[in-house]
């Protein structure tokens, strides 16, 4: 499986933007980029994801470099809500959507 | 929504006990998973199904079993409980097609004593 590499942890103020790269330079052309987040106590929550061009959806924005070697989860005004660990995770075509997790990135939000 | 739906929050079992953990989905998923995870080794993938009595081992499956008879319902088996057990499972599920989702339930803690 593709891995990918995520920074181990992240900083941010409540109400500004924070953006969490992760890099896949592996990634084969049919693997989809996922984005889950867990937050304390609580399973792994589905955030968004996507192949090849930016997504948008109400938690978030993914957005997908040209090469696809790397993606980047925008949340657009972090909220105290966000703090969580992220996950990136490359799902393939033929795999049963099954998930192989990551270490993720912890995201701290202050107020 | 999708809601997972996990018997226990929280469970209590002796070395050598049969343990069933139970898992009901209410989207009629094709595909279902189970997890566990533990500190600094993340969320590892025990068996997963993707469709009613069919299975397929994941990344540890020692030491576990699955049942899947009807397809709203996964169930994780230790047959015999150890200590190495104890840990936090995750049960997901997911619809047919490369681009869906996996959805969780809130985790069943396990401790063998």
């Known amino acids: 499986d593709a891995k990918t590499t995520q920074p181990n942890s992240m900083e941010s103020n409540e109400e500004e933007p924070v953006h969490l790269p992760c890099n896949h330079s592996?990634?084969?052309?049919?693997?989809?980029i996922h984005w889950y987040r867990q937050l304390p106590s609580q399973g792994p929550e589905y955030v968004i994801h996507g192949l090849t061009s930016n997504v948008n959806n109400r938690m978030a924005s993914l957005a997908i470099a040209e090469d696809r070697k790397s993606s980047t989860l925008i949340l657009h005004r972090a909220t105290l809500r966000d703090a969580a660990v992220y996950y990136c995770?490359?799902?393939?075509?033929?795999?049963?959507?099954?998930?192989?997790f990551g270490q993720g990135t912890i995201l701290t939000v202050h107020p | 929504d999708v809601k997972v739906t996990q018997s226990s929050r929280y469970l209590v079992k002796r070395t050598g006990e049969k343990v069933f953990l139970e898992c009901v989905q209410d989207?009629?998923?094709?595909?279902m998973f189970w997890y566990r995870q533990d500190p600094g080794l993340g969320l590892r993938l025990i068996y997963f199904s993707y469709d009613v009595k069919m299975k397929e081992k994941g990344d540890i499956p020692e030491g576990y079993s699955v049942s899947r008879e009807k397809k709203e319902r996964f169930s994780l088996i230790l047959e015999s409980a150890s200590t190495n057990q104890t840990s936090m499972y995750l049960c997901?599920?997911?619809?047919?097609?490369?681009?869906?989702?996996?959805?969780f339930g809130d985790g069943t803690r396990l401790s063998i004593l």
């Open positions: 989207m009629d998923h094709e595909n």
């Open positions: 592996t990634i084969s052309g049919t693997d989809y």
């Open positions: 995770i490359l799902v393939g075509g033929t795999s049963y959507g099954k998930l192989t």
């Open positions: 997901a599920s997911r619809g047919r097609g490369s681009n869906q989702p996996q959805h």
